[in-house]
């Protein structure tokens, strides 16, 4: 008869630790089919690398492959009801933080299941990946898979891929949001072009010098137009929008079009 084994080691199992074999041998955990593997490398970013003009270094990591929805958020706010609408401290979201719900744990007409949560601080973004054994990806991660088009790695130097993206800059934005689940990049990833701005993790330093001395008190520089001047890639006009949009942004901010996903380390 099988040996039965020890009640801690019974215990650790429910705590998501791998599962023994009948052997003793460890079984690799399945891999979570919400997130894609990104194999990272060097990457030549719209921003500076460390305050100089040089390539961006990503280590590989995984990445959600659509936004979170309405209605993974509603099972958050469920299960953690300090970041409900009413209950949340205002230093961690600002009163527009899930104003389109009809309630605190109901979505509506304004917010289906399948469309990308909006109206989320950044601080709530982190907490919720927090649940999924994640963070917000930072800046670089992000603009690393976005550079991807269905077979390219990285698609920004084809000018008609540059007006597919602006072309969402165009839409109002009091226009319904569709379902999350668009075309899939090369890298199983979807969405992150033309459904909604996302948080990132790094968003109050994108146009920050690294130099202190370069920041004249506001860093006046690098804001709105004129952060364009010290930026590479600068056709790339979609990308640089966002990161003016990021940078405006306080982290209890909410927007009726700025979303988020989660990102892991390989």
């Not at 230093?91 to 469309?115: C, I, R």
């Not at 800059?169 to 701005?197: F, I, K, Q």
Request: charged share 20%.
């Amino acid at each position: 008869m099988a040996r039965r084994p020890p009640r801690w080691l019974r215990l650790a199992g429910w705590l998501c630790l791998p599962l023994m074999a009948t052997g003793g041998m460890p079984v690799a955990l399945a891999a979570d089919e919400r997130y894609a593997a990104l194999p990272g490398g060097e990457f030549a970013s719209v921003l500076p690398a460390d305050g100089k003009a040089a390539p961006a270094q990503v280590a590989p990591f995984h990445l959600r492959t659509t936004p979170v929805t309405n209605a993974e958020f509603l099972a958050f706010v469920t299960a953690h009801p300090q970041w409900q609408r009413g209950r949340v401290a205002g230093v961690l979201a600002d009163a527009g933080y899930l104003s389109h719900w009809v309630g605190p744990t109901a979505l509506g007409a304004a917010a289906l299941p399948q469309q990308p949560v909006t109206r989320v601080s950044w601080f709530a973004a982190q907490a919720y990946c927090e649940t999924e054994g994640a963070r917000l990806p930072t800046w670089y991660e992000w603009e690393y898979a976005a550079a991807a088009d269905a077979t390219r790695s990285d698609a920004r130097a084809d000018p008609a891929w540059r007006e597919r993206v602006l072309r969402w800059y165009g839409r109002p934005s009091n226009t319904a949001l569709p379902a999350v689940g668009g075309e899939a990049n090369v890298y199983g990833v979807r969405d992150l072009n033309g459904l909604v701005w996302e948080w990132v993790d790094d968003f109050n330093a994108l146009l920050v010098g690294v130099d202190s001395r370069d920041q004249d008190g506001a860093d006046k520089l690098r804001f709105c137009g004129a952060g364009a001047i010290s930026m590479q890639e600068k056709e790339n006009y979609a990308t640089l929008m966002r990161v003016a949009m990021l940078s405006a942004l306080k982290a209890a901010n909410t927007t009726n079009n700025l979303g988020f996903r989660c990102a892991k380390p390989l």
